[in-house]
């Protein structure tokens, strides 16, 4: 699943990398940073959108999010946006993080379990979120029957106490 990167391609990366984050507008912690060569190489995950809509599915995201009006309404729609064209791993991973309180709970109360994910399953899953292109293919015929009776709209969630 890992391509491991070696080290001077490492250095290249981080190079291309810094001259990235330099353009696309560094954020204010980032700047305060100064960087060091890397002693250490990068694992890079090969990532695929077509794998991350159905790990979205498969996964149970699905039941309290949306993309392309497919799915539940508790949680906010993952859609791309239109202007927004590079994939940033770590911000979504970021997102999640910050919505992990909620979510572990809402999943202990609706699915009876945590979701587990590797960290390929979010890469994944982080390209089919920022891939507008995938996410117009993405219909409720790619959510099975088993799936679908479980998603979560405003009804249900109004029915499980969810709002109160
Ligand atoms: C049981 C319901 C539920 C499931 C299942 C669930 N989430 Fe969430 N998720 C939420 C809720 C509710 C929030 C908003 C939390 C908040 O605002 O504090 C959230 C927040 C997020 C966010 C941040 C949204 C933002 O606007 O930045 C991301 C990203 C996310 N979830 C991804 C996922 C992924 C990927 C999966 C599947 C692996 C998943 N979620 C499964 C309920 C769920």
């Known amino acids: 699943m890992f391509r491991r990167i070696r080290s001077f391609q490492a250095a290249f990366l981080i190079t291309s990398l810094t001259t990235t984050t330099a353009v696309l507008a560094p954020s204010a912690a980032q700047e305060d940073f100064e960087m060091t060569p890397p002693s250490f190489s990068i694992i890079y995950p090969n990532i695929d959108p077509l794998r991350g809509k159905q790990l979205f599915v498969e996964k149970n995201c699905v039941l309290c ?7 539940g309404e508790l949680a906010p729609p993952l859609d791309a946006s239109n202007n927004r064209r590079e994939v940033d791993l770590l911000d979504f991973a970021a997102r999640m993080w ?3 309180y909620a979510m572990v709970e809402l999943q202990a109360t609706e699915l009876d379990y945590q979701i587990e994910l590797e960290g390929y399953e979010i890469g994944d899953i982080a390209a089919f979120a920022y891939d507008l292109e995938t996410q117009k293919s993405f219909t409720e015929g ?5 799936i679908q009776q479980w998603i979560i709209d405003v009804s249900t969630a109004a029915d499980d ?3 109160d």
């Open 142 to 146: 790619d959510v099975p029957p088993e």
């Open 65 to 71: 999010h949306s993309i392309n009006s497919v799915g």
């Open 161 to 163: 106490g969810l709002f």
């Open 98 to 100: 910050r919505g992990s």
